[in-house]
């Protein structure tokens, strides 16, 4: 059984973010499209991250372990390269996402620099689509593991994974550590787990565990305090839905994609993340203690920043 750790909300008023650690409405992102007649907007979270201009020198391969993608979304246009079926065993030109979390996940990472809807953190990566989720947001550990093989023969940089197990797996520990050690970054999404521990393979060591935030740098109340090496945005996240339009979701999912997303643009700029020390040196580097961005934070997780 499946933990696709998102929650979608379609229209919703989030009414705090950070201003000298006082509380200021503000208008979601969904409405500010709305209102903007649907041309593009910078969603909150890629506003939080970015902080430079991008500079990608080459494009780089992000492999999305999910429901697939709705390749032909207006924001999604000519992004995915390769698609496999991996519930079915076949490479195909059409994963098709019925559920809607990985075109969710997609439009995050790599949602184009257009005149609509929104841009992503890194417009310029690479997608593989990966499908191991039904429309019903389940799968088999069999199919997530041909997934990660699959990853490792195309020789992907990033492996995003957006959901997760209750319970270890020997056969899911050493295919996470065989495309490790292969030098692909696994990301994964820590878990909507409130105070519990991370799901695996988030809470593999090696592993990058993603927790969430909201806008004004508050750890969100579902995500967990175990096992987690870096937080990004997770709260009213815009982003692309099936339906070729945008809608609104929270959850530690979100929060992973924009971190295999910051991981894209660090690689494209030249940053070595070819081992997991690498990648944590990189981390320390490139992030910033939430207590420095909320001063009432209790907690010292640190967010990735490009």
Request: hydrophobic share 40%; glycine share 8%.
């Amino acid at each position: 059984m499946w933990i696709s750790h998102f929650i979608i909300k379609h229209l919703k008023i989030d009414e705090f973010t950070l201003q000298n650690c006082k509380n200021a409405k503000q208008v979601d992102d969904l409405t500010l499209l709305k209102r903007n007649a649907n041309k593009q907007i910078t969603p909150w979270g890629v506003k939080a991250t970015i902080k430079r201009g991008l500079n990608i020198k080459n494009g780089v391969k992000v492999a999305i372990l999910d429901s697939g993608i709705k390749k032909n979304h207006p924001d999604l246009q000519n992004v995915v390269i390769k698609e496999f079926d991996a519930i079915n065993s076949i490479s195909s030109s059409k994963t098709e996402d019925v559920l809607g979390h990985g075109t969710a996940v997609a439009g995050i990472i790599a949602a184009q620099d257009n005149s609509i809807g929104v841009i992503g953190v890194n417009p310029d990566s690479i997608l593989y689509s990966v499908k191991v989720l039904d429309e019903k947001g389940k799968g088999t550990l069999e199919s997530v593991v041909k997934g990660i093989n699959w990853c490792i023969e195309q020789h992907v940089n990033i492996i995003n994974i957006s959901f997760g197990f209750k319970a270890d797996s020997d056969m899911l520990r050493k295919t996470v550590n065989k495309a490790i050690n292969s030098g692909i970054i696994v990301v994964a999404a820590a878990g909507n787990n409130y105070i519990g521990n991370a799901d695996f393979p988030a809470r593999y060591k090696n592993v990058i565990s993603v927790g969430s935030l909201d806008q004004n740098y508050n750890l969100l109340n579902f995500s967990l305090k175990g096992k987690v090496d870096v937080v990004a945005p997770g709260k009213d996240i815009l982003s692309t839905n099936i339906h070729n339009s945008y809608s609104l979701y929270n959850g530690t999912s979100m929060s992973a994609a924009f971190v295999t997303g910051l991981f894209s643009l660090l690689i494209g700029s030249g940053y070595d993340m070819t081992s997991h020390a690498k990648v944590m040196t990189t981390i320390k580097k490139k992030s910033i203690s939430i207590k420095k961005l909320q001063c009432k934070s209790k907690y010292d997780y640190r967010m990735l920043i490009y």
